[in-house]
């Protein structure tokens, strides 16, 4: 054990390791990517996050910089959550703290997963409509952001977050709340972050319109247009998608909705493009809870390895699947559901969820699960996924990455939702082939070209992390480079949370850190 292994252990309540087992452990996450720490550390409080942050701050203020990445589930998929220093874990701080359910306000740990929350809340007859990995936690998904498939609907993790507790880089506590900008001397961290954020703004107003004019995608800090009103600012805009890059959130206050109903579910299946695109176009208009669409050699790949979708896929060879659902319930719910299904083509084979038939959906959508961990000699690992693409242009973009399939000799066959505007592919690449950064590299930079090309973004549906960002730090100009770094630096201005994920990413690094081996955790 290290001297500093075991000064921490003796500092904070919770655990620091540095055995080889458990950094290994930590080495990796749902990315294709393996970064080993060289400390990894468990805080069981607030108190302990802010006594480990005083203490990096302090060895930082001596030039000796230790990175640090925070941690959640182990979810990841673009590696933000790795760190060759230390990586700090909240998978104890996991409690519910209190729930007012007259008001459906409920205050929770950073650490506890989306599936614990749920949990809790269905006793109260509430919820929090996130359709994502269930034991992703709710820090995770503040800071991560993802474009969940019910975001259309409900709006995201952002809807639901009240206010936030954050841990600063120098060990500060802090609440998120509206505050007004004061030119007073700062007497701390927090007041140089509304002084700092006050002054940037209001001398780059250009840069500011061009990320509200949406020209430059979703890396970065773009929330900053969102966290300043006038002569205050609210800085909890800017977590969501900061990646632990900001501060550590500790605590979080959320807001509740009413269980609604369950869901119903409508699955179809097309044998062509045009058709597809022609019914989600018009599906979309009836305003469902979800609208998903599946190449259907994903089903094909499910089959083979023993799914029973036949009653679905009738044997077709080529084509897609649509999956549209409503909640809404009552009267309402089944004029939708009846319009929906009077929209599909009067060939159309179709299933309809009732008692009988819920097994088969229910067998559909873990399918999904099933290919993505799949892959023959290699694994579907995220590095083209959860980017945008505009419905208008979602036709020609897949005819596009039919002819990208054929040059880089990868199937990249397409899932994703329609009316988020969000997909993802899942190549299979041989992980530890002697060529596979130089794939995956191919993969990244003509993936960016087309999606680019067809008005979407590579970084549209979750945040650029350590992967995507060897390409969307690519495409800032100077003054937008200048621009992000600077809102990094006024969090974090010995610059040690997340040093090396987005704009600190090193491309060599990053590709170099591919993994050898695969990873026996489920890629959801």
Sequence with gaps: MSKITKYLNQLITGNAFDAPEILEAYSTDQSALKVNPRLVVLPESTADLQKLMRFFDQLAGKDVRVPVAIRGSGLDEMGADLSTGVVISTEKLNRLEEIDKRERLVRVQAGITLKELNTA????????????????????????????????????????VERVEIVLANGERIQTGRH?????????LEDSIYQGLGKLVSENSEACQKIA?????????????????KNSIDLMPLLFGSEGTLGIISEVILHAELLPPKPTRLVTTFSSLKSTANYLAKAAKLQPLELNVFDLRILKIAEDRGKNLSKITRKLENGYVVLVSFNDGGIKGNRKIR???????????????????????????????????????????????????????????????????????????????????????????????????????ILLKTGDILISKHGGAIAGGYPEGRVKSIITNENFSKEEKSFYREIKSIFDPKDILGADAKLGTDKTFTLKHLRTTKTPKIML
């Excluded at 109260?124 to 019910?150: F, H, R, V």
């Excluded at 009988?356 to 999904?368: G, T, Y």
Aim: charge should be neutral.
């Design 339 to 441: 319009q929906a299904v009077k929209l599909l083509p009067s060939t159309s084979n179709y299933i309809l969820e009732d008692s009988e038939s819920a097994p088969i959906l229910d067998e559909f959508e873990n399918s999904i699960e099933n290919y993505l961990n799949s892959a023959n000699n290699g694994e579907r690992v995220p590095l083209l996924s959860n980017f945008t693409i505009p419905g208008d242009n979602l036709v020609s973009f897949i005819k596009d990455l039919a002819v990208l399939e054929q040059k880089i000799r990868l199937d990249l066959p397409i899932f994703g939702s329609f009316i988020t505007a969000t997909y993802s592919t899942r190549p299979s690449l041989r992980i530890g082939e002697p060529n596979l950064e130089q794939r995956a590299a």
């Design 180 to 188: 007004n900008i004061r030119s007073s001397k700062p007497k701390s």
């Design 121 to 160: 809340l269905l006793v109260s007859g509430m919820t929090i409509p996130i359709k994502a990995n269930p034991n992703e936690t709710i820090g995770s998904l503040i800071a991560n952001c993802p474009n969940d498939s019910y975001s259309a609907k409900y709006g995201g993790i952002q809807k639901f």
């Design 213 to 229: 004019e949406g020209t430059s995608g979703k890396a970065g800090y773009p929330n900053i247009i969102f966290s300043t009103k």
